[in-house]
């Protein structure tokens, strides 16, 4: 399947649609998911095309991965967790909405249950959230 440069996150990079970004280095982003599934959701990204982890390359991943290990250290201070959950989803059978690559970073406390997905986000509480994780992040 070809890469479709008009996807959200196409659009989010370019700046062409408003994101809550947190983090950002030369080849990957970080921003807060619109429909949390639990406070500090985020997803990271990288800054160049690929549809998912089946045609991404092994650079993209591996500055992808960095990052995400970046945040979930970030993630974890900020929000007090004690773990935190990474999802990732490939094509449409496997999930997933955005095609562009992306991994879910999921700040977990022992008992919370996720909540379901779909459900949009109170923007003012990401926007808090959002600070929290760049104070992490020093
Ligand atoms: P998936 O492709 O299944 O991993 O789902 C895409 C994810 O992107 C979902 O968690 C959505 O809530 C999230 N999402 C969709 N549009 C936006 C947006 N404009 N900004 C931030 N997150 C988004």
């Given at each position: 399947m070809a890469y479709d440069p008009d996807n959200i996150f196409a659009k989010i990079l370019r700046g062409e649609i408003p994101s809550t970004r947190v983090y950002e280095d030369d080849d990957t982003l970080a921003f807060m998911d619109?429909?949390?599934?639990?406070?500090?959701h985020l997803l990271v990204i990288p800054k160049t095309p690929c549809r998912?982890?089946?045609?991404?390359?092994p650079t993209q991943l591996s500055a992808v991965m960095a990052t995400v290990q970046k945040l979930g250290h970030a993630v974890m201070a900020a929000f007090g967790a004690e773990g935190v959950t990474i999802q990732q989803f490939n094509e449409a059978a496997g999930g997933q909405e955005v095609f562009h690559l992306h991994f879910h970073v999921l700040p977990r406390h022992e008992g919370v249950r996720l909540r379901p997905p779909g459900q949009m986000g109170d923007m003012a509480a990401i926007a808090e959230q959002a600070e929290k994780i760049r104070a992490a992040l020093g």
């Open positions: 619109i429909m949390p599934r639990a406070d500090g998912n982890l089946l045609d991404a390359s």
